[in-house]
């Protein structure tokens, strides 16, 4: 059963894969066969650092907007007290969800960015929105 499971899981994560790679339609075919191998072991690197570099980044934006929302229920949005409140009510949560969804964010803009441009900076860090 776990063999099963397992095929049909690597089976269904090399088909997704396959999205980030685009077709090239150029007459240089032998470049884009010799860059492919480098491309893909970018676009690995890439993916294994931006996971936790997007869970930590979004982590921190969901728990200052958590913080926020919460100050607004008590009453006053930038009031002392209320973010305080805001901070250790509301705060473990949004670093929860927001590290849940930096996972997600982190490595597809790992996978997309280190395949367009493989082990270069953009490649293993986010901009500023």
């Not at 884009?32 to 676009?43: C, E, R, W």
């Not at 927001?98 to 790992?110: E, R, V």
Request: charged share 20%.
């Amino acid at each position: 059963m776990q063999k099963k499971l397992a095929s049909s899981f690597i089976l269904a994560a090399a088909l997704v894969s396959t999205i980030v790679a685009p077709s090239y339609a150029d007459d240089d075919t032998f470049k884009n066969i010799v860059q492919f191998p480098v491309k893909v072991l970018g676009s690995g690197a890439s993916t294994v650092i931006g996971v936790p570099l997007g869970a930590v980044k979004d982590g921190t934006k969901g728990a200052r907007m958590s913080t926020k929302w919460v100050a607004g229920k008590l009453g006053n949005e930038d009031g002392q007290y209320q973010q305080w409140f805001g901070a250790v009510l509301g705060g473990p949560f949004g670093v929860a969800g927001g590290a849940a969804y930096g996972c997600f964010d982190g490595g597809w803009h790992g996978m997309k960015t280190g395949y367009e441009k493989p082990f270069t900076k953009d490649s293993f860090t986010f901009k500023e929105d």
